[in-house]
């Protein structure tokens, strides 16, 4: 079965400093990984995926994630924060043998990016 | 309007009581899906829709829950004698095909509270 796991519930950063949120998967056969935003009241927000090709992706708002197939993990980063960042981030996997349009979240990191 | 939208953002009921959950699609989407988001936790597969059929129910808890999307565009979860365990926020997302390297768009949610 797939899975996803965010193994930190909270994650604190000061502004400008660099940013990471970690994610592993488990997934049987080769994943697509992605990573959404939760804003408080508002519907979750893509803002990056890796389907394949080159293990570092570049997505919305100067963030990026990098895929390890090794290490099973796409941790998703950002070199310097912003306060505005601060918010819920879900990581998660689809495909595999199960069914693949599914999209399997892991429970969420929240990031505070202090001033 | 550009994004998915779902109607109504809040809703209240009793125990018991019968509840419609609205969704209508970014419009050219042909794949619909439902998540359930407890408090704290990630979002929960519910049902995918291709066109008018659901392909896989295979996430709906029990029989009390349905969804129907009767010409391929908006969509509504319906759920029956509702119970206290049923509180949540329900997201719907549409993609354009069902290909699982198309990113899901979410819409903001509607709010559950069964009391």
């Known amino acids: 079965a797939q899975s996803v796991a965010q193994p930190e519930d909270q994650v604190n950063v000061a502004e400008g400093n660099p940013l990471t949120v970690k994610c592993t998967y488990s997934v049987s056969g080769n994943p697509y990984l992605f990573w959404y935003v939760q804003y408080p009241n508002r519907g979750l927000q893509f803002l990056l995926k890796y389907i394949t090709g080159d293990n570092l992706v570049k997505g919305s708002y100067g963030f990026e994630a990098e895929f390890n197939k090794s290490q099973t993990s796409f941790h998703l980063k950002k070199p310097s924060a912003l306060v505005s960042d601060s918010a819920l981030y879900f990581c998660?996997?689809?495909?595999?043998?199960?069914?693949?349009?599914?999209?399997?979240f892991g429970s969420g990191t929240r990031l505070l990016v202090r001033p | 309007g550009a994004g998915v939208s779902q109607t109504p953002s809040n809703k209240v009921t009793e125990k018991g009581k019968y509840v419609e959950l609205r969704c209508d699609p970014i419009?050219?989407?042909?794949?619909l899906y439902w998540y359930r988001q407890s408090l704290g936790q990630g979002p929960e597969f519910l049902i995918y829709?291709?066109?008018?059929?659901?392909?896989?129910d295979s996430g709906l808890p029990n029989d009390r829950f349905f969804a129907v999307r009767p010409e391929g565009s908006v969509s509504t979860l319906k759920i029956q004698r509702t119970e206290r365990g049923d509180s949540a926020v329900y997201l719907c997302?549409?993609?354009?095909?069902?290909?699982?390297?198309?990113?899901?768009?979410f819409g903001p949610g509607t709010r559950l509270t069964v009391l």
């Open positions: 998660a996997v689809s495909r595999g043998m199960d069914s693949s349009y599914k999209l399997i």
């Open positions: 829709f291709q066109g008018t059929g659901a392909a896989d």
């Open positions: 419009s050219g989407h042909t794949a």
């Open positions: 997302a549409s993609s354009l095909t069902s290909a699982t390297y198309n990113e899901q768009f």
